[in-house]
């Protein structure tokens, strides 16, 4: 029988629910505090975007609430539907007129005051996708065409889809998603190796291909070379960390976040948590996301079935890879990717998409064994 | 399933490392380097200075010094950095002497507009000014002194119109080439110009991070990481003009209008070339005004064109030397071949008179240059034609550039297919008459009869003259010489009369009879077409010309002299021309007493 919610068993990770809650109150705080001055200059109100990210916080946690209590075996079965509207989405972007460029990609779909990233969504679809059919083919996964091919096939699509609106960034995610899963999968070693290889010259092309993302590399091993041109970013990222120190300036102490400006509450909140709480601040936040990661780990290595162990750990690893990738940005070890901090920065589908992930995580948590 | 859990472990593990690497590289940023950073917050700015390159300088044959480089002081302006508009633009009206609502309203444009970009506000500006900048430094945030090079000129106006000037670079140069930046000065006019490429440095480029109040922070830790360059500067140029020479040509020319070309008669570098009026290179050194710049545009008296090069007159009796060597060489006359004089001479029915009106009588082929007879040189045209005239007229290189290196002019150097081109009329017998005596169509420049002269003077080669010593492109010396082309003998002949027009008793040129060396020339006096009433004003009075050479039996130095509406050529131009072929023996031979 078809159950959507299982409304019974309330016995889900506190810790875990704790920890992200946590980071996301700290997400408020520094909100407010990295857009202020920008708010008030731009738009009169210096709690413009605090409110707004009030209400995204909010959608966010009922779509928590919602998503904790829906039965995981439900999700299941909406494997191939959700598939093609993902399909969907991504092909619409790509039409002029439905999709909206900015700055030259080709990211965003407009629905009447509502904008949004369609990326977004997939990244979370591909999860379900991949658990799924990992599932199913659990006993011919050693063969090259069933448990290889046909994932890298339709996952493929989605890759190709992304890295043309062009979003590098999001497709490197996918890719490393599709990655780890199949490993944990249980696909044979030899491909992934070779998944592997071919991705690195792939990446090398794309990079050498287009001047913009060269600069970046560029400025990114040496960004004092120019300071205060392609490294202002980093070297000033530097210099946020390097004013907080031990204990941090205080909240609302930065005076770094102006020159972040307009991505100090998105890309870079990260360094400015760096500038206010200090090294100690700093250190709290990055344990935060460790309790994340290893109750999550935790939760899929005694799931009840297959395709929720699958599930846990697709969801946990593309909100680690987020993290992962927007922390190295800020400390200078990765290229500058416009890349959000989960459950901190500012936006709202980001916000809501990873809340929804951790909703169905925690839903799962009830069933895992204690 | 034991494989599974052993692989998503592995997983977790690998990707956990990736934060413990944050943990060491924060530990690094913020506790370890900390206050290395610090030092480029809020309160600290990076600020990226030019360097500048100093132009390369000009010099002449000997090496000595025309053009410089002296430091000029910048005020800059750093938008960022500016946080009291009104404080600021108080303190820099009062050490500015301009008004404070100008100054505030340039600030406000410039934070609006050009945020990161340093810009200048005030250029040059004086010691003085600078010592009160250096005082005010705490009122004055946001504001910097920029060390700058500007041109100097140590011969004060001398060879102005050879070595032009620099201005702000214009949109069409930045276009073609994006390394001149907007505030750059490029050359706008003469050797600047045409050797920019050569003169202009590369500038280098250096941060420095300074403190609230602009003091300059000392940042060990980055100084190996931030990457300052060099400049290097421009490379000389050396001018074929002795500079000695140049400023005795311009203090003769004074208070005149007019041009002189000296010339090395064997290698037709350029020793000297001046040409009045000119401009006062000084009012280019750091900025023009607009008020002196429309002054000097709108100037009657064309202050901007050279007159050796770029103004063509007619060349007058000086032309007789081409007249003379054409009917030689055609063999229309010979040396004894004479004429009479009676003053003037009837062609058709048109009656053509000779300078002078009381005639010279008898005269020789020699006597016609000593005495500069026209009523001879009428005969000598009606015997050779216009057609072989013209041939000559040519081949002395009139009517074509000399393909000296700056601007200049072709003149005219008519025939009967020029007049039917032109005016679609044949040509008058009448009209080889006054050709053959410099006047009519002709028009020629000075430093066309200067190659002319030197062609008289070195045996019969026509050479390029040359301004620029070095840098010099691979070449060899016969790109020196455009053509080889006069008779010896006939050359011979005519300097003989070039000699003795200076030299002998009654010749037109005994003013520039020198007690130094011996000197050959030829005058000119060139008439102004004018129209009845404007007859006698000095705007028409004859133009004078005196083209020499010397030492007459070995010569090295060729001189042209031109003085506009100056009068008889014998007493204007030929006084002028010794003096400068007197100075140059001089600085030849020091010891040498006059």
């Not at chain 1, 001047?211 to 392609?230: A, C, E, Q, T």
């Not at chain 2, 009160?132 to 500007?150: A, F, P, Q, S, T």
């Not at chain 2, 276009?175 to 045409?194: C, L």
């Not at chain 2, 015997?383 to 393909?403: P, Q």
Request: aromatic share 12%; hydrophobic share 45%.
């Amino acid at each position: 029988m078809l159950r959507i919610f299982d409304l019974k068993n309330k016995n889900f990770d506190f810790l875990l629910l704790s920890a992200v809650l946590t980071l996301a109150s700290l997400g408020i705080l520094m909100v407010y505090s990295t857009s202020s001055i920008f708010s008030l200059e731009n738009y009169g109100d210096s709690t413009h975007f605090l409110k707004l990210h009030s209400i995204y916080l909010a959608v966010a946690v009922l779509a928590l609430i919602f998503f904790m209590h829906l039965d995981y075996k439900f999700l299941r079965k909406l494997t191939y539907p959700s598939y093609f509207f993902g399909l969907v989405l991504l092909i619409l972007v790509l039409i002029p007129g439905i999709g909206k460029e900015v700055g030259g990609a080709q990211r965003w779909i407009t629905f009447s005051h509502f904008t949004f990233q369609p990326s977004e969504i997939c990244k979370y679809i591909m999860v379900i996708y991949l658990a799924h059919s990992l599932t199913k083919k659990r006993e011919r996964i050693e063969s090259f065409w069933v448990g290889f091919f046909s994932h890298i096939f339709v996952a493929g699509l989605y890759i190709f889809l992304i890295f043309i609106e062009p979003d590098f960034g999001t497709s490197t995610v996918l890719l490393t998603l599709v990655f780890l899963m199949l490993f944990i999968g249980n696909v044979r070693l030899r491909y992934l190796l070779i998944l592997g290889g071919i991705s690195v010259v792939f990446a090398i092309g794309a990079v050498l291909t287009r001047g913009y993302r060269m600069d970046r590399i560029v400025s990114f091993l040496d960004p004092w070379k120019d300071p205060l041109g392609s490294g202002y970013q980093a070297v000033q990222s530097f210099v946020a960390f390097g004013m907080g120190g031990l204990y941090g300036s205080g909240l609302g102490g930065s005076s770094q976040k102006l020159f972040f400006l307009p991505q100090a509450h998105t890309d870079f909140i990260f360094s400015i948590i760096g500038e206010e709480f200090g090294f100690i601040g700093i250190c709290v936040v990055i344990m935060l996301f460790l309790i994340v990661l290893f109750r999550s780990i935790r939760i899929s290595l005694r799931a009840p079935d297959s395709f929720s162990c699958y599930l846990v750990f697709g969801f946990i690893i593309l909100i680690t890879l987020q993290a992962g990738i927007n922390m190295g940005v800020a400390v200078g070890l990765l290229p500058t990717k416009g890349i959000t901090l989960p459950f901190i920065s500012y936006g709202g589908s980001s916000l809501v998409s990873t809340f929804a992930a951790m909703g169905i995580i925690l839903g799962i948590s009830r069933y895992a064994d204690k | 399933m034991q494989n599974f859990k052993s692989r998503l472990i592995i997983s977790a593990i690998i990707l956990s490392q990736f934060f413990l690497i944050f943990f060491g590289r924060l530990f690094y940023l913020q506790i370890l380097k900390g206050e290395e950073f610090e030092k480029f917050s809020a309160e600290n700015s990076i600020r990226l200075l030019k360097v500048p390159a100093p132009r390369g300088k000009i010099l002449d044959r000997n090496g000595k010094e025309i053009v410089v480089n002296r430091p000029s002081f910048n005020l800059v302006v750093f938008p960022r950095e500016i946080k009291d508009v009104e404080a600021i633009s108080h303190k820099l009206s009062e050490i500015l002497g301009k008004p404070q609502f100008e100054l505030e309203i340039t600030l406000k444009k410039l934070i609006k507009q050009n945020f990161y970009t340093p810009t200048p506000i005030a250029k040059d500006i004086t010691r003085d000014e600078l010592a009160i900048v250096e005082i005010n430094r705490d009122v004055l945030k946001g504001v910097d002194i920029e060390v700058n090079y500007v041109r100097s000129y140590p011969h004060g106006n001398s060879g102005s119109l050879i070595l032009g000037y620099l201005g702000l670079a214009s949109e069409d140069e930045i276009k073609e080439d994006p390394s001149i930046e907007a505030d750059q000065q490029t050359g706008k006019f003469g050797i600047e110009r045409n050797l920019e490429k050569n003169l202009v440095g590369e500038k280098g480029q250096k941060y420095i991070v300074v403190d609230a109040l602009g003091r300059k922070v000392e940042t060990p830790f980055f100084k190996d990481r931030l990457h300052d360059k060099d400049s290097s500067p421009g490379n000389d140029v050396q001018l074929t003009i002795d500079i000695d020479l140049q400023d005795t040509a311009e203090s003769l020319l004074e208070d005149k209008s007019g041009a002189i070309v000296a010339m090395d008669i064997n290698t037709g570098e350029i020793l000297a070339l001046a040409s009045r009026p000119s401009f006062d290179l000084r009012d280019f050194s750091s900025s023009i005004t607009r008020e002196k710049w429309l002054e000097i545009t709108n100037d009657e008296d064309f202050p901007f064109l050279n007159r050796a090069t770029q103004g063509t007159y007619p060349p007058g009796s000086v032309f007789k030397i081409v007249t003379a060597y054409a009917a030689l060489n055609e063999k229309a006359i010979d040396y004894n071949t004479k004429f009479y004089c009676p003053g003037h001479y009837k062609i058709g029915k048109r009656k053509f008179h000779c300078w002078k009106r009381a005639g010279h009588g008898w005269v020789d082929f020699k006597r016609s240059l000593v005495k500069s007879c026209d009523v001879y040189y009428y005969q000598v045209a009606e015997k050779l034609g216009i057609d072989k005239l013209s041939k000559y007229i040519k081949v002395f290189g009139f009517g074509s550039k000399t393909g000296f290196d700056l601007f200049e002019k072709e003149g005219v150097a008519p025939s009967r297919e020029w007049k039917l081109r032109n005016f679609k009329k044949p040509w008058y017998k009448g009209e080889t008459a006054i050709t053959s005596i410099g006047q009519g169509y002709l028009n020629v420049t000075p430093i066309q009869v200067n190659v002319m002269t030197a062609a008289v003077a070195n045996n019969g080669i026509i050479l390029k003259p040359t301004l620029i010593k070095g840098p010099v492109e691979e070449s060899d010396d016969s790109d020196k010489i455009r053509q080889v082309v006069l008779e010896r003998s006939i050359v011979k002949k005519i300097n003989d009369a070039l000699w003795a027009v200076v030299n002998e008793r009654g010749g037109t040129g005994g003013r520039a009879k020198s007690k130094l060396l011996d000197i050959s020339g030829k005058t000119g006096t060139a008439q102004v077409v004018a129209l009845g009433s404007e007859k006698g004003s000095d705007k028409f009075k004859d133009h004078a010309w005196f083209t020499s050479f010397a030492p007459s039996e070995y010569p090295e130095i060729a001189v042209t002299v031109l003085v506009e509406n100056g009068g008889k050529g014998g007493s204007v131009a030929a006084p002028i021309a010794k003096e400068i072929i007197e100075k140059y023996h001089q600085i030849k031979n020091p010891s040498d007493d006059i």
